[in-house]
């Protein structure tokens, strides 16, 4: 019998769920007062730092670091997963601690500020100023209804700092705050990127299906765009800011009139969320910067970035000129704005952020060289850098450094494949994926099985992927199948779910496209296209993949020679897109014995003849998950730069290439193999 009928026999055995939740914020407080600790003691290293000069930043610290913690979470049986993710984060964030800490110790310290915005509490500028001024005790607020009444209160003295949204990762750059700078003596001296999620608010009780008004600041309705396009019969009014178009909807209190917002928006004038998160871009950024009449120094050891407005005289190469000065300087310039300078349309002004200190006598020397080679510069502040990647771990059985091999890197005699060719200086390409180098000297690894078939397939392999290792996940969705009857993959909806997995498990995704129609929406979802072999030679689908901003993996073609694949690789090329990455998975010859016969001589003749990278597919060659061991040892000691290979939980019951497919065991002794 159950005893919930019985209620003097309804008290279970054990602790209560209060007492282990108890227990449970107990122990989260004391995670957060050991964070707390960890950082007095990272101020204090940044002192030390500062003292005897120290780098902030030592990658192989870090990397240290990581490591011991991945070793010790083994011994707890934690994820190491969530150990590597949470150390990047704690050592990014320790690394700000002490970028802030070095940065006060120079400009002391203000107890009270106060700042002009434009908008009220709950806007998105409020946010930014608030991070913008982690210190400061006691904040006062100028509320602007324009960015040029901003200016204005700081210019006037008014405010001690204007805080003002200068681009956006969907909308781009905010033309008129660009013109308000240039006009004043103001001078950048922080800046932040603040996230920014619209939601649609109404009066409580408000539906989608009633409204007739959406009222939203010009920047958020351009961000909302898409979900926008699709409502039929509303008319958008535009409002001078985000969190007011809220108050005035709160105010007018109609249930067919809605505004763009935040959430804290909704919090504050008691709105209804009707339609969350409507900005067409998930990862929808906002940079801001702070302004003020006297800039702040940025301590030496501070990483910094300097932003610059100039205008280049009207002769040709004149920008060019300006460029090469840093490029020589070896200054990394992070942004190059161009805007029509207003009382001459046909002049362009250049808005530039390099990294560096203008105090630092390198970027002072770079900036004078400059100055020859324009007919106007103003330096519109030096401040401290928010672009703080965090470090990232190299998992401990990732192959290492197998890639010695040097083959004679002569140019190759005039052919066609002009850009795919090696040219004299004979330099590699290097194929960054979201952090993951194709052409350097650590093997990559890609893996995954032949085609996404389940949520629980391809999540569960992921793991194992991640796990072993390996560097990015593959997963086929659209299936070129040599029968029009077997599994043709599970579409878009398949590629869905390998990029859920990709962001789940924090692995860069590769997906075949299959026609010129699918490239731009795949190119939005994953991080590499791949040309499948069956269609090295569609010229409509290389031209497409050749016109999007996504590394492409071009497959070599189940009967191409080596010079066709280079002039596929220049039909992508010749489109604009450099990223390409040259894939051997195996030739027809009249040996049947195997799928393919693995052509291991191709990969020494394309670093030859090619500066692109060149990756190996063992499974499609063998076509026999046996032999995969073999090939893929013979591709590496031929000097390929990456792998690619197909894994599937249960590779008897895979829906395409499973005898090819190694097991979740066998992926992590390939691993370990390679790494041995
Ligand atoms: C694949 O990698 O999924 C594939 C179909 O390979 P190929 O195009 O080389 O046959
Ligand atoms: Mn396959």
Request: overall charge negative; hydrophobic content about 40%.
């Amino acid at each position: 019998m159950y005893g919930i009928l019985d209620s003097s026999n309804s008290e279970p055995e054990g602790p209560r769920i209060d007492d282990l939740r108890q227990e449970v914020d107990r122990i989260d407080n004391e995670i957060l007062s050991l964070l707390a600790s960890r950082n007095s003691v990272a101020r204090r290293i940044a002192d030390n730092k500062s003292l005897t000069r120290t780098p902030f930043r030592d990658d192989s610290r870090e990397q240290k670091v990581i490591l011991e913690r991945l070793a010790a979470a083994k011994d707890h049986s934690l994820n190491p997963d969530l150990v590597s993710r949470l150390w990047e984060q704690i050592m990014a964030d320790s690394l700000r601690v002490q970028f802030e800490h070095a940065q006060q110790a120079e400009s002391g310290t203000n107890s009270e500020v106060t700042i002009a915005i434009q908008g009220v509490d709950g806007s998105n500028s409020h946010r930014a100023a608030l991070s913008l001024t982690p210190t400061v005790e006691k904040r006062s607020w100028v509320s602007c209804d324009r960015f040029s009444e901003v200016v204005a209160a700081v210019k006037e003295g008014r405010a001690d700092l204007g805080v003002l949204p200068i681009e956006n990762t969907t909308s781009g750059a905010i033309a008129e705050v660009y013109d308000q700078l240039l006009d004043t003596k103001l001078t950048i001296v922080g800046e932040v990127k603040v996230k920014v999620v619209h939601c649609l608010l109404g009066v409580p009780g408000s539906q989608l299906a009633d409204l007739k008004t959406i009222h939203g600041h010009p920047q958020a309705v351009a961000q909302c765009a898409e979900f926008l396009s699709e409502l039929k019969n509303v008319e958008v009014v535009y409002t001078t800011d985000t969190a007011k178009s809220a108050q005035r909807i709160a105010e007018i209190n109609n249930p067919t009139v809605a505004a763009i917002a935040g959430q804290q928006a909704a919090d504050l004038f008691g709105l209804d969320v009707i339609e969350d998160e409507i900005n067409t871009r998930t990862s929808n950024q906002t940079r801001f910067v702070a302004v003020s009449l006297t800039p702040v120094p940025v301590a030496e050891n501070v990483p910094a970035k300097t932003s610059v407005v100039l205008t280049v005289s009207n002769d040709a190469g004149a920008l060019a000129k300006v460029l090469d000065v840093f490029a020589k300087a070896s200054i990394p310039l992070v942004k190059l704005e161009s805007r029509p300078l207003l009382e001459d349309p046909w002049q362009e002004l250049f808005y530039l952020d390099l990294e560096g200190n203008r105090a630092d006598p390198h970027v002072a020397s770079a900036l004078a060289a400059v100055k020859t080679h324009t007919s106007y510069l103003r330096i519109l502040g030096t401040y401290p850098s928010t672009d703080l990647r965090p470090h990232r771990v190299e998992t401990p059985s990732a192959p290492l450094q197998v890639r010695e091999i040097a083959v004679d890197r002569k140019p190759s005699p005039a052919s066609s494949a002009r850009l795919a060719e090696r040219s004299e200086q004979g330099r590699d390409t290097i194929v960054d994926v979201r952090g993951v180098a194709f052409g350097g000297d650590q093997l990559v690894m890609i893996a995954g099985p032949c085609s996404v078939e389940s949520e629980d397939q391809v999540m569960s392999t992921a793991r194992v992927v991640k796990e072993s290792g390996a560097n990015v996940l593959r997963g086929g969705c659209f299936k070129p199948r040599t029968s029009p009857y077997s599994f043709q993959g599970l579409g878009w909806e398949g590629v869905e779910l390998l990029a859920e997995a990709g962001r789940i498990y924090d692995l860069p995704v590769v997906t075949e496209v299959g026609a010129p129609e699918h490239v731009e929406r795949m190119a939005d979802m994953v991080d590499v296209l791949q040309i499948g072999a069956r269609n090295m030679q569609n010229f409509a689908l290389l031209s497409e993949v050749g016109l999007v901003n996504k590394p492409v993996l071009l497959k070599r073609g189940l009967s191409a020679s080596i010079d066709e694949l280079l002039q596929a690789a220049e039909y992508i090329l010749a489109g604009g897109n450099q990223r390409v990455i040259l894939c051997e998975r195996g030739i027809r010859t009249f040996e049947t014995a195997a799928r393919n016969t693995l052509d291991v001589t191709a990969v020494p003749v394309l670093q030859r003849r090619s500066h692109l990278p060149v990756i190996v597919d063992p499974s499609h060659a063998a076509g026999d998950r046996d032999l995969v061991h073999p090939l893929a040892m013979a591709a590496v000691g031929a000097g390929a730069h990456g792998l690619m290979v197909e894994v599937h939980p249960d590779p008897d019951q895979a829906l395409s290439d499973g005898p090819q497919s190694l097991t979740h065991d066998g992926l992590a002794r390939l691993m370990s193999r390679l790494a041995a």
